[in-house]
């Protein structure tokens, strides 16, 4: 691979590649993994330090969340260029391992029927679009790109580390 994850943006899209992000938004692997899991498994941590599979999916939703709010900025031609965000702040300022696998799981589940009702709404001229968040100037279709490609990232951490 061209980029690792300390590039951000670029290196989710390299992940997505050829595939058709739109099949990838309305796939729902992620989710039917998550949802296979215990509540005493969703706390497992592979190392001190590390996300319990909780704040994973936690992180997941709030990055889900951050993206399509700034495409949806982009989308209607709004040039105001967008901050990044620091993930660990949002994590530790959660409640994630507070709440029960199943509000975990609710919160992910309609956050994503959100975006995929959002996504059905832009044309092809909004897709093509541009806007700048963190330190890239990306189209709102590279913004969907980047968002999915996150999810693709960490689903490969949690099967190679936490669900081994």
């Known amino acids: ?56 999916i936690g992180h997941m939703t709030d990055h889900e969340r951050i993206m399509i709010y700034r495409i949806l900025r982009f989308s209607r031609n709004d040039k105001t260029d967008l901050p990044g965000y620091e993930q660990d702040f949002y994590v530790d300022n959660s409640r994630f391992d507070e709440l029960s696998l199943d509000d975990v799981l609710t919160d992910f589940e309609n956050v994503r029927n959100a975006s995929k009702s959002f996504i059905k709404t832009l044309s092809a001229e909004q897709l093509a679009l541009i806007g700048k968040a963190w330190k890239y100037q990306l189209t709102v279709e590279e913004m969907l790109k980047a968002t999915i490609g996150h999810e693709l990232h960490h689903m490969k951490v949690l099967k190679e580390k936490y669900l081994a």
């Open 1 to 56: 691979m061209k980029y690792t994850v300390a590039d951000g943006f670029p290196y989710y899209i390299e992940l997505v590649g050829d595939k058709d992000y739109n099949e990838l938004f309305l796939a729902d692997e992620s989710l039917q993994i998550f949802k296979s899991l215990s509540e005493e498994k969703s706390t497992f941590r592979y190392a001190p330090g590390k996300w319990s599979i909780k704040q994973i």
